[in-house]
């Protein structure tokens, strides 16, 4: 573009220096021309007239008879530098200025004596074998004593061609000053007639490598429309890369923005990345723009299926995973571009681990729940039946027993409807406006479990000593904080069978912490990560025999994570558990 515009500029001065110096040479050539033409001919000319003249002259002397021709030419000659001869009109010389007529030639082959005798006059110029120099001749028709005769005069040409050449060379020099001194003026002037076009291409190759806060220069009136024209486009463009840059800049946010990876590819190479794509893999955050679609850093498998799409003409999902890493992955490949053989492609990456985990969630979920449910409803009507059978038979023990059975069945049936309603109210989001008073709650939650507590020969201990004299508030549903509460505490009251319960509370200006640790058998290790899972049971056949329901910490993890709180849990095998809840204290 540098090199295009300033090659425009020097080819403009040049042409405009180009154009004087062709009118200079014009007038040079019209001058030199009028040199070796037109003034070698007036020379001429003029020396054919004086000639004519000298010959008229001549012929008149000769009109006064023969005898007296000869003295006639010879005093009229007398110190001139022309020569007059009389020729008879057989070619005979009679008379001549110069030569005794005797030893001259017979001139009537002479071109200008025939034309003479002929009655015109005659002109020509050769070269004098005697004299050897170029003559100039001119013979005019004449008479003596009524015979026909030529008079003619003639005169050498070397004074007067040397004095046309010096004219020549004067006028050469002339014309050589001339032309430098027009080759001078042509290219000042032409250097001030190009300096505002160049001044212009500057600023307009400014403008095309990006820098259009450069001032476009004034100029004269002829070049004012195009000064103006350059400004106003170099605004207009300042609008429009601001425009486009805002637009970029949006677009980059918006990309950015978005939790689904976002991936340009053109002619298998990078064009566009956005930051969740480098987030999601895990990619360094450097320009991708131009790197070969497999130096990104892609998994095998996305690489693979964004590679076996990028030239089909239609979009295409592909769903991907789980990879070693049980992570899952959905694709959208997209052409780009109205033309068939675009090779364009905007992929768009979704992490979909979570949503195939809670679907996963939600089959063994139901799954379960099918499960729980169908087991003690089984359970009644067989016991219904047997029941049933025993009263037709009258064993009325029995079948008080049965109905007892039938009894305990169905509370524990009724307790799991209870927590699978809790559940579901647990996924919906909070109202994130009540305030419950945790003292109120333990104290609550106590009265509920001391009897069941101290039939098992437990004791209760609660310790508040950490917030005395403090009143200690968190914004989380009462009903939500009562779920937390009583599973912790049946949990604790049913796996142990001696020593003792112990709540802890703990305030700091940003938390509320719950402890509830008991002395019970504790869990396994290899069992901690998975107890908050819905109906998981670390001992089936114990939880079966206490009555639980499999969902008891799964409530209590989602009542916590319903009120943006944490909730952990420290067990030994045979050495007890203790659950930590951790909630926002509202101050």
Do not use: C
Not at 152 to 159: D, F, I, K, M, N
Not at 170 to 187: C, I, M, N
Not at 480 to 499: C, F, K, P, Q
């Amino acid at each position: 573009m540098t090199r295009g515009i300033r090659g425009l500029t020097i080819g403009y001065r040049a042409r405009v220096l180009a154009a004087f110096l062709l009118v200079g040479v014009v007038f040079a050539s019209a001058w030199a021309w009028s040199l070796y033409g037109p003034l070698a001919d007036e020379v001429l000319s003029r020396q054919e007239e004086y000639l004519t003249g000298i010959a008229r002259s001549a012929a008149v002397a000769a009109a006064l008879g023969p005898d007296e021709v000869q003295s006639h030419v010879e005093r009229m000659a007398e110190g001139a530098e022309y020569r007059i001869t009389v020729i008879a009109a057989d070619g005979t010389v009679l008379a001549d200025s110069d030569e005794d007529p005797a030893t001259l030639d017979n001139h009537g082959d002479r071109p200008e004596v025939r034309a003479a005798l002929d009655g015109r006059t005659g002109t020509d110029i050769r070269h004098s074998e005697t004299q050897d120099v170029d003559r100039m001749y001119v013979a005019i028709p004449s008479e003596i004593d009524q015979e026909p005769v030529a008079v003619r005069a003639s005169t050498s040409l070397e004074r007067l061609q040397l004095l046309t050449d010096r004219a020549r060379q004067a006028g050469l020099g002339l014309l050589a000053l001339a032309l430098f001194l027009s080759a001078f003026a042509a290219w000042r002037l032409s250097r001030s007639v190009a300096r505002p076009v160049e001044e212009l291409a500057d600023a307009a190759h400014a403008m095309a490598e990006g820098d259009l806060s450069s001032p476009v220069p004034a100029t004269d009136r002829s070049l004012a429309p195009l000064s103006d024209a350059l400004a106003r486009l170099a605004g207009q463009m300042r609008e429009r890369i601001g425009a486009l840059d805002a637009e970029r800049q949006t677009l980059r946010l918006v990309l950015d923005g978005l939790s689904d990876g976002v991936l340009l590819v053109e002619d298998g190479r990078v064009a566009l990345v956005n930051r969740a794509l480098l987030g999601m893999f895990r990619l360094p955050p450097v320009d991708a723009r131009g790197r070969a679609l497999g130096d990104l850093g892609l998994p095998a498998s996305v690489l693979g299926a964004i590679e076996q799409n990028l030239t089909h003409p239609e979009s295409a999902v592909v769903e991907v995973g789980p990879d070693p890493y049980r992570r899952s992955h959905r694709l959208l490949v997209l052409p780009l571009g109205s033309t068939p053989p675009s090779t364009r492609r905007l992929v768009v990456i979704a992490d979909t681990t979570e949503r195939a985990r809670v679907e996963q969630m939600r089959r063994d979920f139901v799954a379960n729940a099918s499960h729980e449910l169908k087991t003690p409803t089984a359970g009644i009507l067989l016991l219904a039946s047997s029941a049933n059978q025993a009263a037709r038979d009258g064993d009325v023990t029995q079948a008080l027993a049965f109905v007892s059975q039938i009894e305990a069945e169905a509370q524990h049936l009724s307790r799991l409807v209870a927590d699978l309603l809790d559940l579901s109210r647990l996924e919906a989001a909070p109202s994130g406006e009540e305030v419950t008073d945790v003292r109120r709650a333990i104290e609550l939650a106590l009265g509920g479990h001391r009897r069941a507590a101290g039939a098992k020969g437990l004791e209760i201990d609660v310790d508040l000593s950490a917030v005395a004299g403090e009143d200690v508030a968190v914004r989380v549903e009462a009903t939500d904080l009562t779920v937390i509460l009583d599973n912790l505490l049946s949990n604790a009251i049913a796996y142990t069978e001696r020593g003792r319960i112990a709540i802890r509370l703990v305030a700091s200006p940003t938390d509320v912490e719950i402890a509830i640790a008991d002395t019970g058998v504790g869990i396994p290790t290899g069992d901690l990560e998975r107890v908050f899972e819905r109906f998981y049971r670390v001992d089936r056949a114990r939880s079966r025999t206490s009555g639980g329901t499999g969902l008891g910490l799964s409530l209590v993890r989602n009542a916590v994570e319903r009120a943006d709180g944490t909730v952990t849990i420290n067990s030994e095998s045979g050495r007890g558990t203790t659950v930590t809840v951790t909630v926002p204290r509202v101050v």
